[in-house]
């Protein structure tokens, strides 16, 4: 058993006890392994071990990965900032856009999707906490953009994902990825058919799935430290 296929086993692990903790089904959160700076040989690793779904950060470094990978039947997450530039690389390549928040890239990624493939599967960025580096909508703009995404044919709104800043304590944590999750029952409310919430990391993973997260993106706890 390789490093990577025992470090797989472990996160699942948490998964599994986190959700039990939170009165859970297991199969109710999805693992994306972030890949990111890290070879083909080490995505092929995580695929030997049962790793379908790999989230990206960077554009290019991702295309030229899945060009070496293309014997596989992975799915490609888009888990780093869209600029305008880059959004024909994404509707081309990638199965999921998990950090649309702006209006402008949504159209681009609308008719830059290819006919031939199916429609790309969106997640709005939202800003939960207020970090002013952060990318992402802030949460009173949220509804506005997700109704006009959905709106889009060529996209498939899917739901919301968040990057919030570490907090203190796990309480802490978990109260942020709150607002993240009442915000998505609040747009399901009012009749957009969602079903992703795309939050929680290696570092707290626990606080998301005990607050609603249905997607972990966990790098680190499976490929290791980045140089």
């Known amino acids: 058993m390789t490093v990577i296929s025992q470090q797989l086993q472990a996160v699942h692990a948490r998964i599994a006890a ?4 939170a ?3 297991p199969a109710s959160v999805q693992l994306l392994a972030v890949s990111k700076t890290f070879g083909p ?3 092929r690793a995580a695929h030997t071990a049962g790793q379908r779904a790999f989230g990206e950060n960077y554009i290019q470094e991702a295309v030229d990965k899945m060009a070496a990978l293309a014997d596989l039947p992975l799915q490609w997450h888009c888990i780093g900032p869209i600029q305008s ?3 024909r690389l994404v509707a ?3 199965a999921w856009a998990q950090t649309v928040d702006r209006l ?3 159209q681009r990624l609308n008719e830059q999707r290819p006919a031939a493939l199916p429609p790309l599967q969106v997640c709005i960025q939202v800003n939960v906490d207020g970090g002013a580096s952060k990318s992402g909508v802030a949460p009173e703009e949220a509804p506005a953009l997700a109704r006009a995404v959905a709106a889009l044919p060529r996209l498939q709104l899917r ?3 968040c990057i919030p800043d570490p907090q203190p304590d796990f309480l802490a944590m978990k109260a942020v990825f709150l607002r993240a999750k009442a915000l998505h029952d609040q747009l399901r409310a009012q009749g957009l058919a969602l079903d992703t919430l795309s939050m929680g990391m290696s570092g707290d993973l626990e606080a998301a799935i005990q607050a609603g997260s249905t997607m ?3 790098g680190t706890a499976i490929f290791g430290g980045r140089g």
């Open 18 to 21: 986190a959700c039990h903790a």
């Open 23 to 25: 009165g859970r089904d």
């Open 41 to 43: 040989e080490a995505v």
């Open 85 to 87: 530039n880059k959004t």
């Open 92 to 94: 081309e390549h990638f």
């Open 104 to 106: 402008k890239i949504a």
């Open 159 to 161: 739901g919301l994902m």
């Open 216 to 218: 972990v993106r966990v």
